[in-house]
């Protein structure tokens, strides 16, 4: 463990810079469909969804795959992996000319995406145990502050240089952090032949008899589901409110980044609190707190409000990924930390993919407002299976245990 100090500050800035260029671009999807000619309105809140959920979509898929092999390999080289395939696949978005090649070149990347999820999976067993809390949330807020960068500057240089540039700097910016870590990230990762030799059927089966980490997918499904289906229309809704100068681009960013600054604030400290109090009390707290701070949104009736109102959201936000990580640290069985963080990503992804498509079609329904209503009661329903879930679980376990020393 003597290098995981070292290890955690550098993917802590190699997260930053992989964040900070793959937001650059992410919120302002719907205005680049209209830059290639898309104009009705409807068909741009349909597409953006749909392109937006299809990365996902491929990464649901293969994560799993991915998880297993860093099990068995390391996870190292699948943060390298990741990371150079994803520079490749990016700088090609930008030379995309309609629709269709940007929903294949979005399936592509989720395909071979995974920098994120391997980092996790990197601290989670190369730290100590008493400190996997802080790590992660360390770890977060590295990432977040990409999200906060990102988004910004994304606006800036959307105005000065348009869409399609921002891509090109997006792959650059992705290639830099993936050659620091394979130049400066050590792995303590030793192979075993029994590793090499695992059946992804038979480690699915051992997974999902521990009754814990179906609950903890479940929860992180929702927790996405929930958080990514606005994510998408939030230009949209800008646009809606009216932003100052008519600089929506610069707005949207704005709006995105002050979420990403209250997050980046609240996540070591919420990881500490986990370390200390139970990761399960944090993550309960912080998607009842993110549930009340989404119902405001409905009411909202200017620009301003909203930053306010997105930054308090932020603080709870903060409070979601990193314990959901240590939870599921926890209770993963030994030897396949990877491939629960694999299932993990699955299911975060399911929610990433269905989210967006939701949003997008209930917004034409009942409205974008009405949307955030909906995010707000999913999230109650998470935060209220979690609870019950982990404590009937307690309950039979103390039950399981009295019964044993009988």
């Given at each position: 463990m003597k290098y995981w100090r070292r290890n955690l500050y550098i993917l802590m800035i190699c997260q930053f810079l992989v964040l900070a260029s793959m937001s650059m671009i992410m919120p302002f999807l719907p205005l680049y469909l209209q830059e290639m000619g898309m104009k009705n309105q409807d068909e741009v809140q349909l597409w953006a969804g749909i392109i937006f959920g299809a990365n996902f979509f491929s990464a649901f898929i293969f994560a799993p795959i991915w998880g297993n092999l860093a099990d068995r390999f390391g996870r190292?080289?699948?943060?390298?992996?990741?990371?150079?395939?994803?520079?490749?696949?990016?700088?090609?978005?930008?030379?995309?000319?309609?629709?269709?090649?940007?929903?294949?070149?979005?399936?592509?990347?989720?395909?071979?995406?995974?920098?994120?999820?391997?980092?996790?999976?990197?601290?989670?067993?190369?730290?100590?145990?008493?400190?996997?809390?802080?790590?992660?949330?360390?770890?977060?807020?590295?990432?977040?502050?990409?999200?906060?960068?990102?988004?910004?500057?994304?606006?800036?240089?959307?105005?000065?240089?348009?869409?399609?540039?921002?891509?090109?700097?997006?792959?650059?910016?992705?290639?830099?952090?993936?050659?620091?870590?394979?130049?400066?990230?050590?792995?303590?990762?030793?192979?075993?032949?029994?590793?090499?030799?695992?059946?992804?059927?038979?480690?699915?089966?051992?997974?999902?008899?521990?009754?814990?980490?179906?609950?903890?997918?479940?929860?992180?499904?929702?927790?996405?589901?929930?958080?990514?289906?606005?994510?998408?229309?939030?230009?949209?809704?800008?646009?809606?409110?009216?932003a100052p100068g008519g600089y929506i681009a610069f707005f949207s960013g704005l709006v995105a980044s002050v979420t990403g600054v209250a997050n980046m604030i609240s996540s070591p400290i919420l990881g500490r609190l986990g370390d200390r109090h139970g990761s399960e009390r944090v993550l309960f707290f912080a998607m009842i707190g993110t549930a009340v701070f989404f119902i405001p949104h409905m009411i909202v009736g200017s620009v301003w409000k909203l930053l306010i109102i997105r930054f308090l959201l932020g603080l709870f936000v903060g409070g979601l990924a990193a314990s959901l990580n240590s939870l599921i640290r926890k209770y993963a069985p030994p030897g396949k930390i990877s491939t629960v963080y694999g299932y993990n990503t699955s299911a975060t992804c399911l929610g990433n993919m269905l989210g967006p498509i939701c949003g997008g079609f209930f917004s034409g329904l009942i409205g974008i407002r009405g949307v955030f209503l909906l995010i707000a009661v999913t999230l109650f329903v998470a935060a209220i299976l979690l609870k019950i879930g982990l404590r009937i679980k307690a309950i039979q376990h103390g039950s399981d245990s009295a019964l044993r020393a009988g």
């Open positions: 190292k080289i699948m943060v390298l992996r990741s990371g150079f395939g994803m520079a490749i696949v990016i700088f090609l978005t930008g030379l995309a000319t309609s629709p269709t090649q940007l929903l294949f070149l979005r399936l592509l990347n989720g395909i071979i995406s995974g920098f994120v999820p391997a980092s996790i999976s990197l601290m989670s067993t190369n730290s100590p145990k008493e400190k996997v809390g802080y790590a992660l949330g360390m770890l977060q807020s590295g990432a977040v502050a990409g999200t906060i960068i990102g988004p910004f500057f994304g606006g800036i240089l959307a105005e000065a240089i348009g869409y399609r540039m921002i891509f090109f700097i997006t792959g650059i910016g992705i290639a830099i952090a993936t050659f620091v870590v394979l130049f400066f990230v050590k792995e303590e990762f030793c192979l075993q032949k029994e590793k090499q030799k695992s059946n992804m059927l038979a480690d699915a089966t051992r997974i999902f008899r521990q009754k814990q980490l179906p609950l903890l997918f479940g929860v992180g499904f929702l927790m996405q589901f929930a958080l990514m289906g606005a994510q998408p229309l939030m230009s949209l809704f800008v646009s809606e409110l009216g």
